[in-house]
């Protein structure tokens, strides 16, 4: 399985970015996608997920209304549109995948199976 993670960059505060993760190795109708952040001196923290099969969203109280997680099942990939991006936004970004995880444990960053290789986003204020 891999998951190649792109798209972060540097932007002001204010502005935009998408993030995606394409994904190969295997179907992933059974998973749950991720993506997970960290920062600097801290750990590293659920910001969106979705079901593959389903398409149920779940995001983090800091970016719920201004992530959006999707997912495009031709091109095996799920994407993170980040919109009115702050800098305590700045961090590396990981997409994740977790087989079968349940919907109380899916925040769980040790929940999931597989990562990729990260991709920075950084916010200037």
């Known amino acids: 399985v891999q998951l190649q993670a792109s798209g972060g960059g540097l932007v002001q505060a204010g502005g935009s970015l998408r993030l995606s993760c394409a994904a190969s190795?295997?179907?992933?109708?059974?998973?749950?996608m991720g993506w997970f952040r960290q920062a600097p001196g801290k750990e590293r923290e659920f910001v969106a997920a979705?079901?593959?099969?389903?398409?149920?969203?779940y995001y983090a109280d800091s970016v719920k209304g201004r992530f959006t997680i999707s997912r495009d099942n031709a091109k095996n990939t799920v994407y993170l549109q980040m919109n009115s991006l702050k800098p305590e936004d700045t961090a590396v970004y990981y997409c994740?995948?977790?087989?079968?995880?349940?919907?109380?444990?899916?925040?769980?960053?040790?929940?999931?199976?597989?990562w990729g290789q990260g991709t920075q986003v950084t916010v200037s204020s």
């Open positions: 994740a995948a977790g087989f079968g995880v349940i919907t109380g444990r899916l925040r769980i960053a040790h929940e999931y199976d597989y």
């Open positions: 190795g295997r179907t992933f109708s059974s998973y749950v």
């Open positions: 979705i079901r593959w099969s389903a398409g149920n969203t």
